[in-house]
């Protein structure tokens, strides 16, 4: 994507929380399909796709979380 930034480097000494505690927050996860640490304005921020079932389909859905306090964090827009 020509949009997109090309990734940067975390600092080392940053401390993570588990992505156990994102998952918990999260209602009715099924399984998880991908976990990627990215940055967001310069925050490290797990971008976690999961299935869920809703109304008896298979939905994947999307959430981002902050890595350093496993708070979950809105979707980005475009404005």
Request: glycine letters at 4%.
């Amino acid at each position: 994507d020509h949009h997109r930034k090309a990734a940067s480097n975390l600092r080392a000494n940053i401390v993570f929380v588990s992505p156990t505690q994102v998952l918990n927050q999260l209602s009715n996860v099924d399984s998880v399909k991908s976990l990627r640490l990215i940055e967001v304005l310069g925050q490290p921020v797990y971008q976690l796709q999961y299935f869920t079932n809703a109304a008896g389909k298979t939905v994947v859905k999307n959430q981002l979380a902050y890595a350093t306090t496993g708070k979950l964090r809105p979707a980005i827009s475009r404005q």
